[in-house]
């Protein structure tokens, strides 16, 4: 399990204003259930695909930047971690992008931690999903990443070093 849970994570993070980031009720027990929930005795994610229909203007879009930014920084991987946000279309990708930009930037702690990459500077990567809350693999490839879609990315750091 991470060090922490995700809502944890969450009242330590602040809004784009500087002001803390408040979550509403419902929307932490979606996060509880999606995001701290493991198979017995493991560090293993029991949910790895979380359908949240909601009406519009319902923070769909932040909950999901805030799930990516909980599975970069406090789920570990050895190989670092890749969080794709993939929207309906080019304009709603680069705004999802750009409040993600927004809230690292917030965020100085986490903004030492992440690296932005751009669907360009992606684009030669083929994600393949390793079965871990769109934690991905990466593999060679010369298909281009749907123009939709953005990427962060968090480094690998030594543990005991």
Request: proline residues 6%; hydrophobic residues 40%.
């Amino acid at each position: 399990m991470p060090p922490i849970t995700s809502i944890e994570f969450f009242a330590g993070l602040n809004w784009i204003d500087g002001k803390p980031l408040v979550i509403e009720p419902y929307r932490r027990e979606i996060f509880r259930r999606a995001l701290d929930t493991y198979l017995d005795g493991t560090s293993i994610p029991a949910i790895n695909l979380v359908v949240s229909g909601r009406g519009k203007k319902n923070n769909k879009s932040l909950d999901l930047i805030l799930a990516g930014l909980y599975c970069l920084v406090c789920r570990e991987s050895p190989q670092g971690s890749d969080v794709l946000i993939v929207a309906n279309d080019k304009d709603q990708a680069e705004q999802d992008l750009d409040l993600a930009k927004k809230l690292i930037a917030a965020n100085p702690d986490i903004a030492e931690e992440l690296e932005i990459l751009s669907d360009e500077s992606a684009a030669r990567t083929a994600r393949v999903p390793c079965g871990c809350c769109r934690r991905t693999t990466s593999r060679a490839s010369t298909a281009k990443q749907p123009a939709s879609s953005a990427t962060m990315k968090s480094t690998p750091t030594a543990i005991g070093a």
